[in-house]
């Protein structure tokens, strides 16, 4: 196990000798909101120093402060002060603090969340810390863990049109990137109640019509709250299913008394 970070100490640097790691620099950082930043700087003050890692030829590795980096260069600023971490940081740690900062200062679009999600459960090993990290349930994680296998064409319609959930459950009952699109496009409309109905409806006969689903989904409006009781060894076992399957606890109960009904010739 790593050792705690903990041994760091402020310096003053020139501002040129301070560089991004490739992922960092990779990134988009909204214009406006860097202006926003310059303007409180130069009015302010710079609150947080910039955490650099000094490298071998004495020059500065950008391990969090993106955006005040940015920002200060926007102002013309030739020196800043910076936190110089003294223990090695190694490229993976580096990246998933710049990736969680970054996440939690700006907005961002579900498909560039979804690359986050995937790399900090890899660099962390762990997806409670990447969740923790981020600052979101370990549910929602895995939700958007799983939109990152979504094609792009039904990404590009999230939010305005279908949320990351809806896109993600879509994709997973009509794998076909077009046809999903289509219908995604048809229900842009529904209430959030009526979409999920419309997709409950679709995952049981996914070959189905479009006029086909919508009545199957009507039907879905006279549905019974039913509580179950299950030891728990079974409740155990129904939580790990949800997860395996990233889908929502009461859609997989759902399911699997939809998947028995059909099978026992009930629906």
């Known amino acids: 196990m790593k050792p705690s970070l903990i041994s760091h100490k402020i310096e003053t640097?020139?501002?040129?000798?301070?560089?991004?790691?490739?992922?960092?620099e990779?990134?988009?950082?909204?214009?406006?909101?860097i202006k926003e930043l310059a303007d409180s700087i130069v009015q302010e003050g710079l609150q947080n120093p910039p955490v650099v890692q000094k490298t071998k030829d004495g020059k500065y590795k950008l391990i969090a402060g993106q955006r005040r980096l940015a920002a200060l260069k926007r102002i013309g600023t030739k020196n800043i002060p910076v936190l110089?971490?003294?223990r090695p940081y190694d490229d993976e740690n580096a990246r998933a603090v710049s990736i969680v900062e970054n996440l939690h200062r700006k907005q961002m679009k579900s498909d560039e969340m979804a690359e986050a999600c995937d790399f900090l459960v890899k660099s962390m090993k762990s997806?409670?810390?990447a969740a923790t990290a981020l600052g979101i349930s370990p549910q929602t994680l895995r939700s958007y863990s799983g939109f990152n296998s979504v094609p792009e064409k039904l990404q590009q319609l999230v939010p305005k049109t279908i949320s990351r959930s809806e896109a993600l459950r879509l994709y997973r009952i009509i794998s076909k990137a077009d046809s999903a699109v289509e219908i995604a496009n048809r229900i842009s409309r529904y209430s959030p109640a009526a979409?999920?109905?419309?997709?409950?409806a679709l995952a049981l006969d996914p070959a189905a019509s479009h006029a086909t689903v919508r009545r199957m989904a009507n039907h879905f409006k006279e549905k019974?709250?039913?509580?179950v009781k299950l030891t728990r060894q079974q409740a155990k076992g129904f939580s790990k299913a949800a997860t395996d399957n990233s889908t929502e606890p009461n859609e997989l109960a759902a399911k699997i008394v939809s998947d028995w009904l059909s099978k026992k010739g009930y629906n």
Do not use: C, H, M
């Open 195 to 200: 979409k999920k109905r419309y997709l409950d």
């Open 224 to 227: 019974q709250n039913i509580r």
């Open 127 to 129: 997806s409670k810390k």
């Open 26 to 33: 990779a990134r988009k950082l909204n214009s406006d909101g």
């Open 84 to 86: 110089v971490v003294k």
């Open 13 to 24: 640097v020139p501002i040129s000798k301070v560089s991004v790691w490739d992922e960092v």
